[in-house]
Structures are given as structure tokens and as C-alpha cells.
């Protein structure tokens, strides 16, 4: 059965530690410039605010790791090549008409809703997005199912060129385990309370009541402006095989910034060769 927490329903674009901490200082700011609030939006943005202090602490603490280009484009590129090896083995499986591979199916629905548009986005956003998703794959123990179907050996290499890539990127120092980086447990509690402020938000908005929708637009037009940014027109990558498994649908937010709840995931953006991030 579906759930409809914050979690579920409002889609936000993909944000590395730096990203967070710069997106939720706007949406604070502007949110400080009211002369009042409605309840409900006060608490929660009390709630922001603390998980933003602790977000902000934590990055200021971590030992800063200088990057090395050459190495980051390598790394990033054989990150991506095992996504791209994980992706169009679970399609051959979703191409079978036998009962187990209805697992591989429902694997590539939720890890591949976007199919592999996630590996155009800059180095540190397509990391920070790489990282979710093999987390998710352990969580919902989706690493046995692959491992059951013979996949293990890419899921393998596809957990060491993410380690690399971290490690090139200056993320993670060598031999650290990614699941154990420091900043990922406040950036998680950071994103769980905007999505909390920007589910009251955007709840607070009336179509019969004026006051509300520019209250709304204002408080999240620090957001909206962030996914105009990452939305920008981009060079269409190359179509991948289309598989034939059940698919998620993925609402792309609107226009308004009041329309920032739907049940999907921006991941749109290019890797630019050469840039660092």
C-alpha cells in the first residue's frame, strides 16, 4: 500500500552536503522576512533551521580533501560504466517472462525510474545520487535479490568504483566506507525536514485565498529557483534500451512554486567533461 508522508510525495532536486546547506540559507532567509507565519509553518521551519545549524557544523568540521581532476574523470566514468552494466542487466531480465523476474522488475522500477540520467549530472551531485541509490539497494535488500538472479559480481565492482569515485572526488578518504561518512546522517535529517517545510508550505496554499498562494511562492521561490536552475535544457543523452518492466510514475514539478509536490525526483543536469565539482 502507498504511503503519503513528506518523504513520499514532495520531490526535491539532488543535493550534495554544500548544495543542502546553500539551498536551506535561502529558503531561511526568506522565510525571516515575514512579519508572521501560520503555525504550522513556524514549527516546522524551527525544525529546518535546527537540522540546517547541525548540516552547517558538520561541513565546517569535515577535513577538507583537495580533489584531483585526472583521477575524477577517471572514476567518475567507471562509476558510470557499472551503472550502466547494473541497469541493462536488470533490463535483460525484465525482458523474461518467468516468475522471477518479477523481483528484477520491481529493482529496476525504483533504482532506474529515470533510467541512467542521474550519471549526466556534475561529479559531486551524480555521486551524492549514486550513493542513495546503493543505499537503497541495501535497505530494501535488494543486494540479495541481485545476488540471487547472479548479479553479484557487478553489483561488486559497481560498490568499488563508487568508493573510488568518492575518494577521487575528495568526498571520502581512502579505505573509507562511504556508508559510514560523517555528513550523511544531518544531510538525511536536513532533507527530511524540508520536505516537511515544504509539504506545510505548500498545504498552506488556497486557490480562493490570494494572501496564501503569494505566501507560498514566496517562502518556496528559493526552491524553485534552484529547480529552474537544474532544469535548464541540457543535451539529451542517448535513449537506453527500453525495458518492459512496471514503471513509476514521476511528476516533474510545475511552474508555480507552490507546485512543488509530486511523487518523483529531479535528476536533470550534465556532467560537463573536465569540470570538477
Same mark, same amino acid.
Given at each position: 500500500?502507498?504511503?503519503?508522508?513528506?518523504?513520499?510525495?514532495?520531490?526535491?532536486?539532488?543535493?550534495?552536503?554544500?548544495?543542502?546547506?546553500?539551498? !536551506?540559507?535561502?529558503?531561511?532567509?526568506?522565510?525571516?522576512?515575514?512579519?508572521?507565519?501560520?503555525?504550522?509553518?513556524? @514549527?516546522?521551519? @524551527?525544525?529546518?533551521? !535546527?537540522?540546517?545549524?547541525?548540516?552547517?557544523?558538520?561541513?565546517?568540521?569535515?577535513?577538507?580533501?583537495?580533489?584531483?581532476?585526472?583521477?575524477?574523470?577517471?572514476?567518475?566514468?567507471?562509476?558510470?560504466?557499472?551503472?550502466?552494466?547494473?541497469?541493462?542487466?536488470?533490463?535483460?531480465?525484465?525482458?523474461?517472462?518467468?516468475?522471477?523476474?518479477?523481483?528484477?522488475?520491481?529493482?529496476?522500477?525504483?533504482?532506474?525510474?529515470?533510467?541512467?540520467?542521474?550519471?549526466?549530472?556534475?561529479?559531486?551531485?551524480?555521486?551524492?545520487?549514486?550513493?542513495?541509490?546503493?543505499?537503497?539497494? @541495501?535497505?530494501?535488500?535488494?543486494?540479495?535479490?541481485?545476488?540471487?538472479?547472479?548479479?553479484?559480481?557487478?553489483?561488486?565492482?559497481?560498490?568499488?568504483?563508487?568508493?573510488?569515485? !568518492?575518494?577521487?572526488?575528495?568526498?571520502?578518504?581512502?579505505?573509507?566506507?562511504?556508508?559510514?561518512?560523517?555528513?550523511?546522517?544531518?544531510?538525511?535529517?536536513?532533507?527530511?525536514?524540508?520536505?516537511?517545510?515544504?509539504?506545510?508550505?505548500?498545504?498552506?496554499?488556497?486557490?480562493?485565498?490570494?494572501?496564501?498562494?503569494?505566501?507560498?511562492?514566496?517562502?518556496?521561490?528559493?526552491?524553485?529557483?534552484?529547480?529552474?536552475?537544474?532544469?535548464?535544457? @541540457?543535451?539529451?543523452?542517448?535513449?537506453?534500451?527500453?525495458?518492459?518492466?512496471?514503471?513509476?510514475?514521476?511528476?516533474?514539478?510545475?511552474?508555480?512554486?507552490?507546485?512543488?509536490?509530486?511523487? !518523483?525526483?529531479?535528476?536533470?543536469?550534465?556532467?560537463?567533461?573536465?569540470?570538477?565539482?
Amino acid at each position: 500500500m502507498r504511503s503519503y508522508s513528506a518523504q513520499d510525495i514532495i520531490a526535491l532536486p539532488t543535493l550534495n552536503t554544500a548544495a543542502a546547506v546553500a539551498l !536551506g540559507q535561502g529558503l531561511l532567509t526568506v522565510a525571516k522576512a515575514q512579519t508572521s507565519l501560520p503555525a504550522l509553518i513556524a @514549527t516546522r521551519l @524551527t525544525a529546518l533551521e !535546527g537540522n540546517h545549524r547541525a548540516l552547517h557544523q558538520a561541513l565546517s568540521q569535515k577535513p577538507q580533501i583537495a580533489a584531483d581532476p585526472q583521477r575524477a574523470r577517471n572514476a567518475d566514468l567507471a562509476e558510470d560504466q557499472a551503472w550502466s552494466a547494473l541497469h541493462d542487466w536488470l533490463v535483460g531480465w525484465t525482458k523474461l517472462p518467468v516468475p522471477f523476474a518479477d523481483q528484477a522488475r520491481t529493482i529496476y522500477a525504483v533504482i532506474f525510474p529515470l533510467r541512467l540520467k542521474f550519471t549526466h549530472l556534475p561529479y559531486k551531485s551524480d555521486w551524492a545520487e549514486a550513493d542513495a541509490k546503493l543505499s537503497r539497494i @541495501t535497505r530494501d535488500a535488494f543486494d540479495t535479490e541481485i545476488e540471487k538472479l547472479g548479479g553479484k559480481p557487478i553489483l561488486q565492482q559497481l560498490r568499488a568504483a563508487h568508493q573510488a569515485h !568518492g575518494q577521487a572526488l575528495g568526498i571520502i578518504v581512502e579505505g573509507q566506507d562511504p556508508s559510514k561518512i560523517s555528513l550523511r546522517e544531518p544531510l538525511q535529517a536536513f532533507t527530511q525536514a524540508l520536505r516537511g517545510y515544504v509539504l506545510a508550505v505548500a498545504a498552506h496554499a488556497d486557490p480562493a485565498d490570494a494572501a496564501s498562494i503569494a505566501l507560498t511562492d514566496a517562502l518556496l521561490s528559493p526552491l524553485q529557483k534552484w529547480q529552474s536552475h537544474i532544469t535548464a535544457p @541540457t543535451p539529451t543523452p542517448t535513449p537506453e534500451p527500453e525495458p518492459a518492466p512496471t514503471t513509476l510514475n514521476v511528476v516533474t514539478p510545475g511552474a508555480s512554486a507552490a507546485s512543488v509536490v509530486s511523487g !518523483g525526483t529531479s535528476n536533470n543536469g550534465q556532467n560537463p567533461a573536465g569540470t570538477v565539482h
